[in-house]
T-cell receptor, first 112, second 112 residues
Framework: DVKVTQSSRYLVKRTGEKVFLECVQD?????MFWYRQDPGLGLRLIYF???????EKGDIPEGYSVSREKKERFSLILESASTNQTSMYLC???????????FGPGTRLTVT | QKEVEQNSGPLSVPEGAIASLNCTYS??????FFWYRQYSGKSPELIMS????GDKEDGRFTAQLNKASQYVSLLIRDSQPSDSATYLC????????????FGKGTKLSVKP
């Protein structure tokens, strides 16, 4: 079974704080993704990575950065958290040869 | 802008009935189609993949694909209250990156 884990299920941060969200997968997947999900807006792709040290902007990268130093780990960084970044953050991974994405449990982030 | 459209619902069916969930997509280059189930407060879970025109059955679930009409559907036979969830349709972006484009989901409620 594919296992994707995320560092926190719930997180509360203050405006202006730097926030790190961690994602780890144990299936040797090449590709990893960060999404946010908001009511009425669906899933929106923030960043993705096809390989170690590689990153690509998704549809809404503003205010975020990512890091992929190891194949199994993909981190999302909010440089200076703002209230409009309050959301459910979902990490996903897949094999390079497949389109099937597998999601982690999600992190519900609240910025106050 | 490539899109995946779903009726947001809620779709309400009685227990034991057939639930029919529909999805249309705009990118004729899409070749891979997926259904995810998402319980409230949880992350999406992949439940069906379909790649060829026609039907694919897996237990109580049947996915149907019609590429000419750019239409994908999911049928759930003998619906159970535990099937109550939001169902997300996803198709691969026919461009070079091949990421998934997600619909906003249809909320299904199965009444006992």
């Amino acid at each position: 079974d594919v296992k994707v884990t995320q560092s926190s299920r719930y997180l509360v941060k203050r405006t202006g704080e730097k926030v790190f969200l961690e994602c780890v997968q144990d299936m040797d997947h090449e590709n990893m993704f960060w999404y946010r999900q908001d009511p009425g807006l669906g899933l929106r792709l923030i960043y993705f990575s096809y390989d170690v040290k590689m990153k690509e902007k998704g549809d809404i990268p503003e205010g975020y950065s990512v890091s992929r130093e190891k194949k199994e780990r993909f981190s999302l960084i909010l440089e200076s958290a703002s209230t409009n970044q309050t959301s459910m953050y979902l990490c996903a991974s897949r094999l390079a040869k497949s389109y099937e994405q597998y999601f982690g449990p999600g992190t519900r982030l609240t910025v106050t | 802008q490539k899109e995946v459209e779903q009726n947001s619902g809620p779709l309400s069916v009685p227990e034991g009935a057939i639930a029919s969930l529909n999805c249309t997509y705009s990118d004729r280059g899409s070749q891979s189609f997926f259904w995810y189930r998402q319980y409230s407060g949880k992350s999406p879970e992949l439940i069906m993949s379909i790649y060829s025109n026609g039907d694919k059955e897996d237990g109580r679930f049947t996915a149907q694909l019609n590429k000419a009409s750019q239409y994908v559907s999911l049928l759930i036979r003998d619906s159970q209250p535990s099937d109550s969830a939001t169902y997300l349709c996803a198709v691969n972006d026919g461009g070079s990156q091949g990421n998934l484009i997600f619909g906003k989901g249809t909320k299904l409620s199965v009444k006992p």
